[in-house]
C-alpha cells in the first residue's frame, strides 16, 4: 500500500499546558478530498460535479466523551485570514463531521470572509483545525501536491491512527493505494472497489 507523506501535528505536541483536563485533543482530522472529479456534496441541491462544492474534509471524536465544538473553524494555510469554516454543535463519541465545499462557501460568505470554499489546493496544502479560541491548534495536516488525484482520498486507516494511506478505489494509484473508496462520513475501511454505479456509492454516505 502507498503511505501518502503527510505531516501530522497534533495540539499533544505544541500545548501540553491547554490540553489536560479537556476533551478536544480526542478530536482529529481524518480524512479529505482535495480533488474531486464527482458529484460528492449531498447537501449542494444538485447532482452535478463542481470543483468548489465537492471538495470535503472529515473530522472525528476518536475519543470516549462527547466534545462541543462550536466555534471550532477550519483553517486553509496558516493565515486568519483564511479561515474556511466555523463548527457548532457536539460531536459524540466515534461521530463523524464532514465539511463540504459548498457548506464552506456559505459559511464564508454568511460571515464577511472571501468566498472559496474549502480552497484545498491540489499543489498541496495545510488543514488546520483550531479551537474556539481561534489560538488553539487541535489538529493539523500537511500534504504534498505530487500525492493528488482525481477523486483519490487521504485517510488515517485506521481512523484516527497515525498512519494516512491513499485511499484510490475510484482512482487507482501507482504504488497502489487501499484499494478502497473515499467514506465522507463513515470508516476507512472496506473491500477493494468493483464496478459500480456512481449514485450507488454516493447514497452510502448521505
Partial sequence: MKTVRLTVVFVLLLTLTVLPGTARGQVVLNELMPDPASDWSPTDGDEVYDSL???WVEVLNVGTES???TGWRLRDAVSDSSW????NGVLG???FFVVFGNEAYEWEDANGYSKNGLSLNNSGDTITLVSADLT???DLVTY???DIGDDRAWGRV???SP???CIDGLNPATPPGSGTPPTPGGPNVGAPVETIAWACIKALYR
Avoid: M
Fill in 53 to 55: 462544492d465537492d471538495e
Fill in 67 to 69: 466534545v462541543d465544538i
Fill in 84 to 87: 474556511r469554516f466555523g463548527f
Fill in 93 to 95: 463519541p466515534g461521530d
Fill in 136 to 138: 488553539t491548534v487541535v
Fill in 144 to 146: 504534498e501536491g505530487g
Fill in 158 to 160: 485506521p481512523d484516527g
Fill in 163 to 165: 498512519n494516512w494511506e
